[in-house]
């Protein structure tokens, strides 16, 4: 059983909006401060936005203003609201939690930005 589960990628012009969501298991959810990453062809991942237990957040410059992380405890899922979408943001998105050791990482969810 995966522990992660990502989706709501997919094909958006830019200026275009797009909603993630990731399931987590009940235990990773609850003990832990959540990240969503991405990883563009070619390059390392990197981490895009975090969200702690309590729900304080922050975000990678390059995606300020533009993304917002939530979670909704009660479904163990944590959403990465993503507005003002650019070519550049085209990458894989994953989530996990925000610190080393990390859980397997799930299949990711793709998101493509066409110019």
């Known amino acids: 059983q995966r522990q992660l589960v990502e989706s709501g990628g997919g094909l958006v012009q830019a200026g275009g909006s797009l909603r993630l969501s990731c399931v987590a298991s009940?235990?990773?959810?609850?003990?832990?401060?959540m990240g969503w990453y991405r990883q563009a062809p070619g390059k390392q991942r990197e981490l895009v936005a975090q969200?702690?237990?309590?729900?304080?957040?922050n975000y990678a410059d390059f995606v300020k203003g533009r993304f917002t992380i939530s979670r909704d405890n009660a479904k163990n899922t944590v959403y990465l609201q993503m507005n003002s979408l650019e070519p550049e943001d085209t990458a894989v998105y994953y989530c996990?939690?925000?610190?080393?050791?990390?859980?397997?990482w799930g299949q990711g969810t793709q998101v493509t930005v066409s110019s």
């Open positions: 996990n939690r925000l610190t080393s050791p990390y859980f397997d």
């Open positions: 009940r235990i990773i959810f609850r003990l832990n401060a």
């Open positions: 969200i702690t237990t309590f729900g304080l957040t």
